[in-house]
């Protein structure tokens, strides 16, 4: 009994490759691209709105522009966006996401990316 029990009750031993391992002394650890990448789109303040990087605001199609909107103020505006652009805020109810990541002071561009 003593040993039937000692047998049937120790944990199973596995093997299994240690794939991380694999992955870490491949040659082009570094040097992958990513899978996507957000595009980045300049946008221009309205009037004398104060935007901040880092900030969101929400974007819909009006007319041929994208503006944007904090509450019911405009604050950004696209003047010229792409057709992919265009078809991806339309495809999301017509109204998007925009976190605007990098300013100009000077000439009051912004960067934003769109989600």
Do not use: H, Y
């Not at 595009?39 to 503006?67: H, T």
């Not at 009051?108 to 769109?114: A, H, K, L, P």
């Amino acid at each position: 009994m003593g040993t039937d029990f000692k047998e049937k009750s120790k944990k199973s031993f596995e093997k299994c490759w240690d794939n991380a391992a694999l992955d870490a002394n491949t040659p082009d650890l570094f040097s992958k691209t990513p899978d996507r990448a957000p595009n980045r789109f300049e946008a221009e303040a309205l009037g004398n709105a104060q935007v901040e990087i880092g900030e969101s605001v929400a974007v819909r199609m009006e007319g041929d522009r994208l503006i944007g909107r904090r509450g019911i103020s405009p604050v950004l505006v696209i003047a010229s966006p792409s057709p992919t652009l265009i078809q991806s805020v339309e495809q999301g109810c017509n109204i998007a996401r925009a976190d605007i990541v990098a300013a100009d002071p000077i000439s009051g561009v912004f960067e934003v990316t769109i989600s």
